[in-house]
């Protein structure tokens, strides 16, 4: 007998900029869970990440995503992220002059707060980040300079671990987390994120690559064609996936497509 | 880009919490400007012959002016419905006619408006221990500390008890930077002038504590013309604070000030100012017109002047402190944080003139334009014919929150010297979507993620403020000042 699901995606359909791009998609996760989605350019794993934590631009036209029971479609996205979840943004934004402790700081205790714990000072704030730079081995000379200003794409990525690390989100979607990384950040990286898993976490990974599937190794893979889940599995499917290409997936979609 | 963002413009819509009037019973003259009220004012301040007569010659040239009919500057950017100089009240004072030793000896209505503003003189006293020149309308009405300054020989007095007291030093300052005929304002000003600060630093001495005066315009259709001259001799140091509150009225409120400075031989003064003046409402009714002419001269070998400022109020705001680089190495600066909202304009900007050798400038503006506030910054670096190897550095930023407003740049650049340096840089940006969610994404509010934006834009310049500031500042521009941890 499963538990109630941590996340439940259901008949999820979503526009994008008035483009209708999720079709009905379903999904849920345990938690302690790691799911991977894998699925060619313009089959919606953007729209997907970026409906889950509530961009503006997209629309919900359909459907439910349900986190903790609760359905998170009409809820802010600061409030969405002070609940626990936590988008791993492929493109990490520059913000000069606001610098990146400040920034964090800002945030763990906005979540604190939220959670009606109590918010951290400096120095105790302080002593928690060096401990958590370490685990993605940046320099703590970094954390001074403005968040992302002459990061190269490899440190943008690690200071989105870095951040996840920091504020300890339950939902975690990792949105082509390993594009543009050479292979010692990769590894950092998936590193920081194998530090995450917990019996009380459900982590959804998106990706291209079956390469990062090697570092972090997922319970489920799912394959997303034409905006829904079209083939679900284990890890092997992503092997497959790899070896076959995308073409073998919708190929077959004809048979077994749900309508 | 995609429409306005609603929640933006949740930013800068903040009740004006200063809105209310002192009920004190006032002593003023009729509406108009003639010789008569000239003479008038300059009698109530048992002004000496030299000074009527400095201001009888500035009224007759203003009154001149305005029979020329080019006498308001037209090029500024700025559009408002004529004023009615014949409508105003030259001169208000509160019926505090008795010079109190004490502040507990004031009028407690008075009290309580100062503690409405936030600044009660008392704490100051004892916290800070900043002297406090209080201006109440157009008249000082407390000046603290004055026997601990004097003990270094620092004179920091309002500027009618410096008339009284040092004669000497004002007549031979005064005007001596900004002439009266030097435009149609400060003519005004050099007439009616009410009063204002005046302070001079002796050789040698660093003033120990920051100086500093708040300013508050009360009676409905009086003008604020104040006046302040600030120098400092050789090798002195002076950090000066002006901040300003104003109620809400109805009819537009006219402030004409004057502020002069003199920096002798390696001498500094830091002028700093955090304005707030009323805005208008949102349909731009009712706020202040701020006029000011605002000019420090370096006269001395390697002075230096520097120019601090944030402004988010008034309704008009033409302003452009300026600094006159006429010592070999001397060092002029201009840092700006403007903020126009709903239907605030506001053409501003500063003026560097180089003038002796090796002379530096450093211009920092930092505009932030919202609601369909519009604003222009105007500089002018001229490098004169002797300004050998001088240098400027210009840097104008323009961030524009939502559709609706405007940002100009007309920057000058006039070098009449081969040797001379002179580099500007200026950049436009929206705070993008991307940020704003990002901040989001990560549990910050947007209020408080625009706030963040805006301070990191703004950091250049809200670092060159004094800490006494800091509170002011973050209060306007609605943002939290902090340095990096740890």
Known sequence: ?259 | MAGANPDLEKLAKQEYKYGFVTDIEEDRAAPGLTEEVVRLISSKKNEPEWLLEYRLKAFHRFREMLAEGHAEPEWAKVTYPAIAYDEIVYYSAPKQQTKIDSLDELDPELRETYDKLGISLLEQKRLNGIAVDAVFDSVSVATTFKAELEKQGIIFCSFSEAVENHPKLVKQYLGSVVPYSDNFFACLNAAVFSDGSFAYIPKGVRCPMELSTYFRINAAGTGQFERTLLIADEDAYVSYLEGCTAPQRDENQLHAAVVELVALDRAEIKYSTVQNWYPGDKNGVGGIYNFVTKRGACRGFRSKISWTQVETGSAITWKYPSCLLIGDESVGEFYSVAMTNNKQQADTGTKMIHIGKNTTSTIISKGISAGEGDQSYRGLVRMGPKAHHARNYSQCDSLLMGDGCGAHTFPYLEASNPTATVEHEATTSKISDDQLFFCRQRGISEEDAVSMIVNGFCREVLRELPMEFAVEAQNLLAVSLEGSVG
Not at chain 1, 93 to 103: C, D, Q, R, T
């Open chain 1, 1 to 259: 007998m499963s538990a109630t699901p941590l996340v439940s995606i259901r008949n999820l359909h979503a526009t994008a900029g008035g483009t209708p791009i999720l079709r009905g998609l379903d999904l849920e996760l345990q938690a302690g869970e790691v799911h991977a989605i894998m699925g060619p350019n313009g089959s919606g794993k953007s729209t997907l990440s970026n409906v889950l934590v509530g961009k503006p631009g997209y629309e919900v036209t359909d459907g439910e995503v349900l986190f903790r029971g609760q359905n998170l479609v009409e809820v802010e996205p600061e409030v969405r992220a002070r609940e626990g979840v936590f988008l791993a943004f492929q493109y990490p934004v520059e913000i000069p002059g606001v610098a990146n402790n400040y920034f964090l700081r800002s945030a763990v205790n906005a979540i604190r707060e939220h959670r009606g714990e109590e918010e951290l000072d400096a120095i105790d704030f302080l002593t928690l980040l060096k401990e958590k730079m370490k685990l993605v081995e940046m320099p703590e000379d970094m954390m001074s300079r403005a968040i992302n200003e002459g990061f190269s794409g490899g440190e943008k990525k690690r200071n989105e671990i870095l951040q996840m690390l920091l504020l300890e989100p339950t939902f975690c979607i990792l949105d082509e987390t390993d594009s543009g990384l050479d292979i010692d950040a990769l590894r950092v990286v998936a590193n920081g994120v194998n530090q995450m898993r917990s019996p009380e976490r459900a982590m959804l990974v998106i990706t291209h690559y079956q390469r990062l599937l090697d570092h972090i190794v997922p319970d489920h893979v799912h394959v997303l064609s034409e905006g829904r889940i079209v083939k679900s599995g284990d890890k092997s499917l992503a092997l497959e996936l790899e070896e076959k290409g995308y073409g073998w997936i919708e190929g077959a979609e004809g048979e077994g497509d749900p309508s």
